[in-house]
């Protein structure tokens, strides 16, 4: 949130969820590759919960 206005920061976050609550879609896919490779943020990552998907 240093380089983001929380606005913006919230706005990611909603995003994200929201391309997670899809499914099995190519924004999914890219988050949680993401998430398994350590190149999304610890503060964010530490947001979502990857048993739930």
Known sequence: MDNNGAADA?????RVEAALAQGDTLDAKIILLSLHSGLIAPEIADRIDIEDL
């Open 10 to 14: 919230e706005a990611q976050d909603h």
